[in-house]
């Protein structure tokens, strides 16, 4: 509300009379949070669930959702950027179109018509307008895997010749564009067909098999899958971020600490020492501190107790005053 309120040329109401933040309403936000219950973030989802939903695709529009939902598993997508959304015009983020969609074999890129485009070595998507300008443009690369089922070069192939297959093709479509051959009609897919593809497959694998249920899985569970697989795997930190485009740790969010694997080592690792000694450094810099505190006050007592030199009456009003009113130390200097 705030927001709108700037926008149209208002005074910000969260700002006091002298510009700065209301210590009222800070107060009432710290308040609120304090009483907010703890954002729930969705599950990251394993490999298995992406295989269960590619081997239970075998009608054209599950086959095409599949295949989107696992490439975007490879580049850490956000649903906005493979699927069409609610209220989808109002995004700052662009959604992949084929034209972003680069192959490399070798040292030569292949044109999309290319008929070995499923060998390809490395698939390249180059994102475009992000929620921050610090990932605009960015190219991401990912090799191909030595997976039969799970592999980021096949998926994007796929969808390209899906996508050239269908009547006056463009390049500059989003890649959730959907052509039935049956209806003749145009038929994006949204997100809500991702949200309940993975919901499905969770079910049918049950949560004795995952540890959780379908209402605990969505779109955005496929970010954390992305990262919760590099972590697993020991991917640096860095890399996690760079190739999720993520510009701080809030990733980390993703991470989920009841996870077995998360914690795998873990107690073995922590009886690595048997014992170990604590060098007393903090007490030795207490009782320095200590001494040459002691020192600098005899310094500043023996000081304040030599009587000035003034015998002018120039000076500060202080000098001034002590030279006319009988001296009284309270030590002797010897």
Known sequence: MAATISASGGKDPRLDKSGKPSLLIERQINSYKKVDPKTKHQKAIPPEVYRFILRRATLPRNRAVA???????????????????????????????????????????????????????????????????????????????????????????????????????????????????????????????????????????????????????????????????????????????????????????YIEQQVLSFSKGISTKMLHSDTFFNFPVKRQIQETTMKNKDETNTTNQIAHCRKPEHTKLNGRHNSLRDQFRPSTWPIQLQ
């Not at 895997?145 to 796929?158: F, G, K």
């Not at 540890?211 to 996690?240: K, Q």
């Open 67 to 253: 295949e989107l939902l696992c490439s975007a598993l490879f580049f850490a997508m956000r649903s906005c950027e493979y699927s069409k959304t609610q209220r989808h015009h109002e995004k700052q983020t662009r959604t992949i179109r084929p034209c972003d969609i680069t192959f490399i074999k070798g040292n030569k890129i292949l044109s999309h018509d290319h008929p070995h485009l499923h060998k390809a070595d490395i698939v390249i998507v180059t994102f475009g307008p992000q929620k921050s300008d610090a990932h605009r443009d960015e190219s991401i690369p990912q090799e191909a895997t030595s997976d039969d089922e799970l592999n980021p070069v096949w998926h994007m192939a796929h969808t390209i010749r899906r996508l050239r297959s269908y009547p006056g093709y463009d390049k500059e479509w989003p890649i959730y564009t959907y052509y039935d051959a049956k209806t003749k009609r145009f038929a994006d897919i949204k997100s809500h067909e991702i949200k309940d593809t993975i919901q499905s497959a969770v079910t049918a694998i049950g949560p004795e098999v995952l540890g959780f249920t379908a209402e605990d899985v969505g779109t955005h569970s496929n970010r954390g899958a992305f990262a919760m697989m590099l972590y697993l795997s020991g991917a640096p930190i860095f890399t996690i971020m760079k190739i999720g485009r993520w510009l701080s740790d809030a990733f980390l969010d």
